[in-house]
């Protein structure tokens, strides 16, 4: 299991070289995009489903990569609030865990 508080001091440690505020901004992002490629997705990649409207029709359906090599489909126009909802979730979570993001 990761010890996502660890892996973020890690990042910052790494980060000596850079300022501050960036090296936290790039750990922060950094944290969350692993988190958010280790947990499922709501519809967990079903072909042609929005992971976040669930609707499964329109041309503007996109796929989009997650994580350890999976992929969701989202309409084009749900993509803000979807990436959106997901981002906070994670901040919500790591928070919980200990890590200030």
């Given at each position: 299991m990761t010890n996502w508080k660890k892996l973020h001091t890690s990042i910052l440690?790494?980060?000596?070289d850079v300022h501050p505020d960036n090296a936290r901004d790039i750990a922060n992002e950094l944290v969350i995009a692993r988190f958010l490629s280790n947990i499922p997705t709501a519809t967990n990649g079903q072909n042609m489903i929005c992971d976040h409207c669930g609707g499964d029709h329109g041309d503007d359906l996109i796929t989009m990569p997650v994580g350890?090599?999976?992929n969701v489909w989202v309409h084009w126009t749900c993509w803000?609030?979807?990436h959106f909802a997901r981002?906070?979730?994670a901040r919500a979570s790591l928070r919980v865990l200990g890590?200030?993001?």
């Open positions: 440690d790494d980060l000596s350890n090599g999976h803000q609030e979807w981002q906070e979730m890590v200030v993001i």
